[in-house]
């Protein structure tokens, strides 16, 4: 069965530091992974995906994600955080192979300290 | 402007009076799908739909039913709400493996 973990609730950074934001992932396929932001009382806003190719992903908002298959992770960064940053992010995953069904996580929320 | 529409953005309801969710999108997309957004539980998709009358569910189906009939709609319906479906839900559309997410429509089951 698909399953995405994010392990921590809340991060908080200082502003102009570099985040992370961490996701480890479960899939019996190849898996497409996904992070978005949901700032508040907003819908999801697509951040960026992995699919196949580069481990490295460059997305919006100069964030980017490193695909990691051994460690099944799929970790969000920013080198320099800003206050503007602080929201709820979601790690998403899907099963190439198969069923068309997304598996969110519960959600991590970022908190930029200026 | 593309864009996924839902409506109502907000309803207070009471146990077991049916009601609909309208969810709407102008991109000309396949795929839809409804999530609900609970704390500490994040999005969980409830049912989603490949395209026209091809619709399968999601992991927390109970209690919803959906349809779609063109290709631009796919309403949530909720034929007997209780109150543990109060929550907030997401209609998101997608042509390749990008969703679009619509605004939210927060539900109150009394």
């Known amino acids: 069965a698909q399953s995405v973990a994010q392990p921590e609730d809340q991060v908080n950074v200082a502003e102009g530091n570099p985040l992370t934001v961490k996701c480890t992932y479960s899939v019996s396929g190849n898996p497409y992974l996904f992070w978005y932001v949901q700032y508040p009382n907003r819908g999801l806003q697509f951040l960026l995906k992995?699919?196949?190719?580069?481990?490295l992903v460059k997305g919006s908002y100069g964030f980017e994600a490193e695909f990691n298959k051994s460690q099944t992770s799929f970790h969000l960064k920013k080198p320099s955080a800003l206050v503007s940053d602080s929201a709820l992010y979601f790690c998403a995953v899907r099963d190439s192979s198969g069923t068309y069904k997304y598996i969110f996580g519960t959600g991590t929320r970022l908190k930029v300290l200026a | 402007e593309a864009q996924v529409t839902q409506n109502p953005r907000y309803l207070i309801t009471v146990t077991g009076k049916k009601l609909t969710v309208t969810c709407s999108q102008n991109?000309?997309?396949?795929?839809m799908s409804w999530y609900r957004q609970d704390p500490g539980l994040g999005l969980r998709q409830i049912y989603y739909s490949m395209n026209v009358e091809v619709t399968d569910k999601g992991d927390v189906p109970e209690g919803y039913k959906v349809s779609r009939k063109e290709k631009r709609n796919f309403p949530l319906i909720l034929e007997s709400p209780s109150p543990n479906q109060t929550s907030l839900y997401f209609c998101?559309?997608?042509?390749?493996?990008?969703?679009?997410f619509g605004p939210g429509t927060r539900l109150l089951v009394l």
């Open positions: 998101a559309s997608s042509s390749g493996e990008t969703q679009y």
């Open positions: 991109m000309n997309h396949e795929y």
């Open positions: 992995y699919i196949t190719g580069d481990n």
